[in-house]
């Protein structure tokens, strides 16, 4: 069973701001909910980590509601840099803390 | 900059023929993990390195190994690379447990032929 589910693309225009939304409805009490980016040949970077409630830093908003069984990765005014592969990630304490990277979703920023 | 590198970033192997990616990292992370991810798929978890102790995903074929010789460096050896191995493959390190910030490197995109 898959562990995260994401939209697997989305469109948007420069400027706006997109909400990308990640489902885990069988998150574990100690996990914690990561986001990484990557760009086509580069390896992911890690955008924003969160465990509940809200997360701000310079790149992103995380929104994790009082269930904790979704989050959403808020990105503000985005621009054409911003068009890469999201990833949603969630700690699976049965395998030892590791984190399984699901399928993504594929940002198209567009002019 | 402290930083992950892979070398090399290109690889092209015959079928079958022994072939070894590497990775140093200049972060001091106890912690090195090897990713293979093919084609419009997300990254997939082979073993990773906590300090000296190698942990090894269920999954992740025979074929692979690897090794870490010291803090600074891991190897993934493919015994035998059929044509289903070839892929990008991406080296992670991070300090302590997967909950922390993964710093990966640029990937080694293997080809074989």
């Known amino acids: 069973l898959a562990k995260t589910t994401q939209p697997i693309s989305m469109d948007s225009y420069e400027g706006q701001e997109v909400n990308i939304t990640c489902s885990h409805n069988?998150?574990?009490?100690?996990?914690?909910i990561t986001w990484y980016q990557q760009f086509p040949s580069q390896g992911p970077r890690f955008i924003i980590q969160g465990y509940k409630t809200k997360v701000t830093n310079e790149v992103a908003s995380l929104f994790i509601p009082a269930d904790r069984k979704s989050s959403t990765l808020s990105l503000p005014r985005v621009s054409l840099s911003d068009t890469a592969v999201y990833y949603c990630l969630v700690g699976d304490t049965n395998a030892g803390n590791m984190l399984t990277f699901g399928g993504g979703t594929r940002l198209m920023v567009k002019p | 900059d402290a930083m992950v590198i892979q070398n090399p970033r290109y690889q092209v192997t015959q079928f079958g023929k022994p072939v070894t990616l590497s990775c140093s990292q200049t972060?001091?992370?106890?912690?090195m993990y090897w990713y293979q991810q093919k084609s419009s798929q997300a990254p997939k978890l082979l073993f990773h390195y906590y300090d000296k102790d190698f942990n090894n995903e269920a999954d992740t074929p025979d074929n692979f190994q690897s090794r870490r010789p010291n803090t600074s460096f891991c190897f993934l050896d493919i015994r035998s690379p059929g044509l289903g191995d070839a892929a990008m493959y991406l080296c992670a390190t991070s300090s302590g447990t997967a909950y922390n910030e993964q710093f990966f490197g640029p990937g080694t995109r293997l080809t074989v032929l």
């Open positions: 069988n998150i574990a009490t100690n996990d914690y």
């Open positions: 972060l001091n992370h106890n912690v």
